[in-house]
Nanobody
């Protein structure tokens, strides 16, 4: 059964850091592109970052570029999101999933959404 389990969220002050993890029980994870998305209160879900199957190519939303870093460990079937210099506007529930395309900002994914992990950034 395919499953996405996000973790690592929490409450942090502005300027702080968090590292999110996504454990993916996806067949052929090591050949699957992965992405992080978020849904802020009262807003639509949006793209945050994507990484190709090998980890050599990444793509970021303009709002997080230079602050967030996506990475993966194929031996552990896990994708990470290192978030630095957090801002109150980063407050959201963060999700991982398998994007249908790597280099665009649309939120079109191949799997059902997991529970996500909540990130709250206080000012």
């Amino acid at each position: 059964q395919v499953q996405l389990v996000e973790s690592g969220g929490g409450l942090v002050q502005a300027g702080g850091s968090l590292r999110l993890s996504c454990a993916a029980s996806v067949r052929a994870f090591s050949s699957t592109n992965m992405g992080w998305y978020r849904r802020a209160p009262g807003k639509e879900r949006e793209f945050v970052a994507k990484i190709n199957w090998s980890g050599e190519s990444t793509y970021y939303a303009d709002s997080v570029k230079g602050r967030f870093t996506i990475s993966r460990d194929n031996a552990k079937n896990t994708v990470y999101l290192q978030m630095n210099s957090l801002k109150p506007e980063d407050t959201a529930i963060y999700y991982c999933n398998v994007p249908t395309r790597l280099y665009d900002t649309v939120v079109v994914v191949n799997l059902n959404w997991g529970q996500g992990t909540r990130v709250t950034v206080s000012s």
